[in-house]
């Protein structure tokens, strides 16, 4: 079944993974407009026709759920039933889609248009889509693509009408509305509108969580939604957000479906569309609001170049076989289904461990260009390199990934100089090439103050690095085995075993790191380091072997910039924040900390900046105890450990030698 | 005079024709095989001829007055494997099976369908398993009338110090091996299987009959002071594996047969009451009650083998429940004999405030604490009027709907079962051949109606069945009620015939289950009773399981899993499942089968059904008692289990 999938194989390298289809060349030779208004009929779940978005609203509202929870408003505000049915219905017309087949032509059409003109290919696994079609009559179905773009969800409609399966309700944010007549059109064509927060509104969530659960329940239509929650900035996976994943897993848990398909998808874009912004964003650079002007402005993209889009529909996961031996289903049998409930701690850390494992699936499949390997050597070269030298690394680096069971789209016909050249030739803006040298585009164009061009510097950095970050998390695992046999500075197997939880622990927010999974993920790691030889494993030892040293350094040095990064955070507690500083203004007393260290030259890493990697080192930080949230009037301040962030801080640079002692404390 | 012979070989021959008091000459086929039968005399020769019936008492032939009818007489017959069968259901007379036109027919003359040819059966049955007439998988030691292979049954292990004080009381015991075997299993899949196959494991090592209380009394008594593992054998009918004797108990294993047990003590008009012994059987008990203008009303489908005694041992539910009760609220007094002692209440008093009710303790013991001997219990004048019905609904959800909205008004008839779309199909298949061109017109014009003009889905229509009783003013009147309040549902009144039909379907089935066994197909029942929201998610999901089990575990056709919904209640309705495969291809069917049978049950119980409603838990469910019934509840039957039989005479393990 389809639930076998979710342990990778033992050999990742040894994967077998479905051939691409690239759905633009049909386009190409033929009329988009008679696309757009072909024969549209797709097969439905179990054969049922869905029911009207009205008469889904209907059934929302007359639910047993939201009448218990209203009635019990009612009765704890004192307002009339009805205010708060009103109230409900309010919600539920800001929220529910309209989806209407007049407005999917329409963008089939468009979409078709600005496709041709911004991609070569959109390629897109057949096998899977077979799968997904076999899914969608079986069980209710819940497609989870990876989230880099705004495109993300255009893309994913638009294949999915592409082969006549049923179109997905997208579970949207509510900052597209904004956008005034786009919103009104997404909703058109399937998208539903949530707040980002709503965390007291019980309302808010009844009316939310019983329209999600009606359409999965009623097999309405596959459910689509993002697990990350929102775009990575940064091209590498966000830790999963479960509230919906709660939702569409609680139909299962009570009975009221047979079994949920989860679809884990991978949307790799060769060049995301809002690369230069994401790179400005984590500078501190705040984020455009969505309107629709901005996206006419946006129109001057199209002239570009965007390379291809791979598009990987994975095997759909069965939650019932999941969930086989983790969750009694009968602790549901003693309270009436519709009236809510917290999930129990086991329900919490099963979806917890599912939604880690199904970020992991997408992760993957992605697949990953030979610029990516680039990028991640030019990064540890910041001074350039010779060309000869780049083919001859990036060749090398090509066996590695391949042999970490990377999915690289590299066809063994390429020579490893022409994929650095065509890599090279995309990606101009970034690189320099001269004189045989290839090098960041470091220098500014025109040079302003020292802060401005550090910025500028900072950007194309953080540019390249979302690049690199694609490929993370095939090295992860590996690389922190390197790190703490670099940390224990011992080969006693223990030691490196306590030095890798250590950082697995500090690095859950910042990387994919299923929690409980440390003993799995450490046996991974020795497994994969061993068959490349960079390693030997013995009962009681992991010791480095001589031709081990290259692959190790080039791991340690992959991920230094995060080290780096947790450092300054650190650094920073002890000696520059304030006793109980409003966790507000954290981010930018942290950039101008490290801005002052690299404008100083205690600094060089750049990465540093980076507002994501400030906040994940903060979460880890609060996680660890060594921060503290205290709640004072409106504001939530910190307070730091300073002797505790200082002792992480060393020993993060490595400069104190491990000791139980001290692991304990932290 | 000819009469079948039911070794199914030949047919006695005239010259072997009885007088009426012709005894001793055994009734010999012309194969020259010994047939013991059960055949009613029409010959109009001899006057008065059709009160009488023809039977055999271990090969000898005897003719009785009507109603002595074997049940009654079982007083004098000990052996009831010369009626009934050894490795099958019901009577040896009644069965299924294929003609050599390849149609089925049900042989006997016992049933409505007795006699019948069912022209569609075939196809359903090919159509439905993927089976084939010409894959035969008969079983290796049948032959309906010949004796098993005795030389296959374990020798019995005695406890000759037992024996001696036994034939002191004068109690008739046998240790024949036909007499063991036969109560050593009840109906499960894997008894009849294992029988079908001549394999015999742990049986019992002899058998009583003790005739009266006092007989229990004594024979528990010596049970005791001989340390001797006594198993109550009632009706046999158990399909919880809760006959089965424990394979690894060393001490000599009793089964104490009540069958003897069979008189109405007394019938009380002024309290509607009757005092009955524990052995009679269902089908006995009514009739014998409607002689005098009586009955009880509680009919379960296994109510022409079942015994009283067996019913307040398991819970018994019956189909009437609506109307008279469930065990529990039909029973007013009960005795019974423990280890400890005789466990009775003092007064017969219609409620009582005293304390945990004992009979609670005794109401699903299962035979683990000591034997019911006899039961005091409630009487109904007969019903006046009786009448059938069906409703067809589009859709099993509005059938539900439907049912839900009958229990909430508390109108529910004497009994109302909804059947699902596969059932229907089922019970279709048995419409036995129609006699004249104008009811298959009559027929044809129905069913355009309720496809074409109504516009009902064949796939997915479905029926229920309903029984009225009461006097004839106010059944009508009830009718009335049922069917305005179905008609809500979008349910259209589907005439008397299919109701009936549908409710004669529940007593053949189990005749079904051994005509499939001969053809590569194997199947069961399993019950469960579930909260009103939660009727179609458990049955959705739990047919869904069973396929789905089937497929992964290598089952080459798709599995029939049906299901109806038997009883309402005001807080929830009893669904009654029937799961059957084809199992050409596999190795080790009945190993699968259970643990099919067993993902079934984990998914009712994950979709909040109970463990059972009113089969009981036997052996086959005990692994789920714990979590059904909680540690301490577990604790507190252990307790009482301590207490009443320190010493484990009643030693069937069922329950805990």
Redesign the interface.
């Known amino acids: 079944?389809a639930s076998n999938t979710l342990y990778s194989p033992r050999d990742p390298a040894l994967k077998k993974r479905d051939d691409f289809e690239d759905i633009l060349e049909e386009r190409r030779s033929s009329s988009d407009l008679r696309y757009a208004l072909r024969c549209y009929v797709p097969v439905v779940y179990k054969g049922i026709a869905p029911c009207k978005p009205g008469v889904l609203k209907t059934a929302v509202l007359q639910s047993d759920r939201l009448r218990h929870v209203v009635a019990e408003m009612s009765k704890e505000t004192g307002e009339s039933a009805d205010v708060i049915r009103e109230e409900a219905s309010g919600i539920l017309e800001e929220m529910a889609h309209r989806l209407r087949l007049g407005t999917v032509r329409f963008f089939a059409y468009s979409l078709s248009k600005a496709f041709k003109a911004l991609f070569q290919r959109v390629r897109v696994n057949e096998d899977g889509i077979q799968r997904l079609q076999q899914s969608i009559q079986e069980h209710p179905v819940v497609l989870l693509p990876s989230h880099r773009s705004y495109m993300d969800f255009l893309i994913m409609s638009y294949i999915l009408y592409t082969y006549d399966l049923s179109l997905p309700v997208i579970a949207a944010g509510m900052d597209f509305l904004g956008m005034k007549i786009v919103g009104e059109m997404l909703r058109m064509s399937g998208a539903f509108f949530i707040r980002r927060s709503f965390g007291g509104d019980k309302l808010y969530w009844a009316v939310f969580s019983e329209y999600v659960k009606t359409m999965l329940r009623n097999g309405y239509a596959p459910i689509e939604f993002f697990l990350e929650g929102t775009r990575s900035r940064t091209c590498k996976s966000l830790t999963p957000k479960l509230g919906l994943l709660n939702i569409v897993m609680e139909p299962f848990f009570k009975?009221?479906v047979?079994d949920v398909s989860l679809v884990p998808i991978s949307i790799s874009y060769e060049r995301v569309l809002e690369e230069a912004l994401y790179a400005r964003e984590l500078l501190g650079v705040p984020k455009p609001k969505e309107s629709t002007s901005g996206l006419l402005k946006a129109r001057k993209i199209l002239s570009e170049d965007y390379g291809s889009i791979h598009v990987y529909f994975g095997h759909p996961v069965s939650l019932r076989s999941l969930a086989q031996g983790r969750i009694?289903?009968?602790q549901?049998?003693l309270l009436?289904?519709h009236i809510p409930r917290r999930p129990s701690q086991e329900t919490q850390a099963f979806v917890n461990e599912t939604a880690y494992r199904l970020v992991r699936l997408q992760e993957e499949n992605m697949v990953l260009r030979p610029w990516v390997l680039v990028a991640a050597l030019l990064l540890q070269n910041p001074d350039g390199v010779d060309m000869e030298r780049l083919v001859e690394q990036t060749s090398w680096l090509r066996g590695l990934a391949v042999s970490f069971g990377a999915f690289l789209d590299w066809p063994d016909y390429v020579s490893a100089s022409k994929a650095v050249a065509s890599s090279l030739a995309l990606h101009t803006g970034l690189v320099r090439t001269e004189g045989g040298r290839a090098q960041l585009a470091m220098e500014p164009k025109e040079p302003g103050s020292p802060e401005e061009d550090l910025f500028d510097r900072a950007a194309s950095v953080l540019s390249c690095a979302s690049y690199r970050n694609q490929i993370l998390h095939v090295f992860l695992r590996p690389a922190l085995l390197g790190m703490a046999m670099q940390m224990a500075e011992a080969s006693r197997k223990d030691d490196i075993y306590s030095c890798f939880s250590f950082l697995r622990d500090v690095f859950s927010n910042e990387f994919i790191l299923c929690p409980g999974g440390t003993v799995q993920d450490f046996d991974e790691a020795c497994y994969m380091l061993t068959k490349c030889a960079a390693v030997h494993v013995q009962k009681q030892e992991v010791v480095a072997t001589e031709k081990g040293q290259r692959i190790l350094s080039f791991l340690t040095s992959l991920f230094q910039p995060f080290l780096k990064g947790y450092q300054v955070v650190c650094r920073f507690l002890c000696e520059d924040a304030p006793e109980g500083f409003p966790e507000s203004e954290y981010v930018a007393a942290v950039r101008s900390f490290a801005v002052k260290r690299i404008l100083s030259g205690e600094l060089t890493c750049y990465e540093a900046l980076s507002s994501d990697v400030q906040k994940n080192a903060l979460a880890a930080l609060l996680r660890m105890k060594v921060v503290r949230k205290l709640k004072v009037g409106d504001q939530v301040t910190l307070r730091v450990n300073k002797v505790a962030a200082n002792t992480l801080e060393n020993k993060l640079g490595g400069r104190v030698s491990t000791q139980k002692a001290l692991l304990a404390r932290l | 005079m000819l009469f079948p012979c039911l070794c199914g070989l030949g047919s006695l021959v005239s010259s072997q024709t009885p007088k009426p008091c012709c005894l001793g000459s055994p009734i010999v086929c012309e194969r020259q095989r010994v047939c013991s039968t059960d055949v009613w005399l029409s010959d109009p020769q001899y006057p008065g001829a059709e009160a009488m019936v023809l039977t055999a008492i271990r090969g000898e032939l005897v003719v009785i007055p009507v109603e002595w009818s074997w049940l009654t007489l079982s007083r004098v017959l000990f052996s009831r494997q010369e009626v009934m069968k050894w490795n099958g259901w019901g009577y040896s007379d009644s069965r299924f099976l294929f003609n050599k036109k390849g149609q089925a027919e049900f042989t006997g003359r016992r049933y409505r369908l007795s006699g019948m040819v069912l022209p569609s059966l075939k196809d359903w049955f090919e159509s439905t398993f993927g089976a084939s007439l010409q894959h035969k998988s008969p079983a290796t030691v049948s032959s309906m009338c010949a004796t098993l292979n005795a030389s296959a049954v374990p020798f019995p292990s005695l406890n000759e110090a037992f024996l001696q004080d036994l034939k002191s009381t004068g109690i008739p015991f046998s240790h024949e091996a036909e007499d063991r075997v036969f109560r050593a299993h009840g109906h499960c899949l894997h008894e009849i299987f294992a029988l079908r196959e001549g394999k015999f494991g742990r049986v019992p090592d002899l058998v009583v009959w003790p005739n009266c209380h006092e007989d229990v009394v004594k024979t528990v008594d010596l049970a005791c002071r001989h340390n001797v593992c006594l198993i109550p054998y009632g009706g046999g009918t158990s399909v919880s594996s809760a006959l089965e004797c424990p394979p690894d108990e060393t001490r000599c294993i009793v089964s104490l047969d009540t069958s003897q047990m069979s008189r109405i003590l007394w019938i009380d008009e002024k309290n509607l009451t009757a005092h009955v012994e524990a052995g009679i059987v269902g089908q006995d008990l009514e009739r014998l009650l409607n002689e005098s203008g009586y009955c009880t009303g509680h009919e379960p489908d296994s109510m022409e083998f079942s015994s009283l005694g067996g019913w307040v041992a398991t819970r018994a539910s019956g189909m009437k429940k609506n109307v008279y009760g469930n065990i529990e609220d039909l029973v007013v007094h009960i005795k019974m004999v423990c280890p400890r002692g005789v466990v009775e209440k003092s007064c017969q008093g219609p409620r009582v405030s005293i304390g945990p009710d004992i009979h609670h303790f005794i109401m699903g013991s299962e035979g683990t604490l000591g034997v019911v001997t006899e039961v005091t219990i409630k009487i109904r004048p007969m019903p006046e009027y009786q009448k059938y019905g069906s409703v067809v609904f589009p859709n099993f959800e509005q059938g539900v709907a439907c049912l839900r909205e009958v229990a909430k008004q508390r109108c529910a008839p004497a009994s109302i079962r909804l059947m699902d779309n596969a059932q229907f199909q089922f019970g279709h298949a048995l419409k036995p051949q129609v006699s004249s061109i104008f009811t298959s017109f009559l027929d044809g014009l129905k069913k355009f109606y309720i496809t074409k003009f109504k516009g009902f889905d064949p796939h997915h229509l479905c029926v229920a069945t309903l029984l009225f009783e009461g006097d004839r003013e106010r059944v009508l009147q009830h009718e009335k009620q049922v069917y305005d309040i179905a008609a809500k549902f979008g349910g259209l009144a589907a005439g008397e015939d299919n109701g009936q039909r549908g409710y004669m379907l529940t007593f053949v089935i189990a005749y079904l289950r051994d005509l499939g066994m001969d053809y590569y197909v194997i199947g069961e029942s399993f019950e469960t009773s579930v909260p009103w929201d939660r009727v179609l998610d458990l049955c959705r999901n739990v047919k869904e399981r069973i396929v789905r089990e089937c497929r992964e575990r290598g089952v080459q056709f798709p599995p029939l899993a049906t299901c109806r919904v038997t009883q309402t209640y005001d807080a929830g309705a009893c669904v009654y499942f029937y799961f059957a495969f084809n199992y050409r291809g596999l190795a080790d069917p009945v190993n699968i089968y259970g643990r099919v049978e067993h993902a079934a049950r984990e998914e009712i119980l994950a979709n909040g059904g109970s463990l059972s409603h009113h089969h009981g838990v036997g052996k086959l469910r005990k692994h789920w008692m714990p979590e059904s019934i909680s540690d301490v509840g577990i604790g507190m039957l252990k307790s009482v289990k301590e207490y009443v039989d320190p010493d484990n005479i009643f030693g069937s393990r069922n329950l805990l």
């Open positions: 079944m009975g009221e047979f009694n289903r009968s549901y049998n009436p289904r």
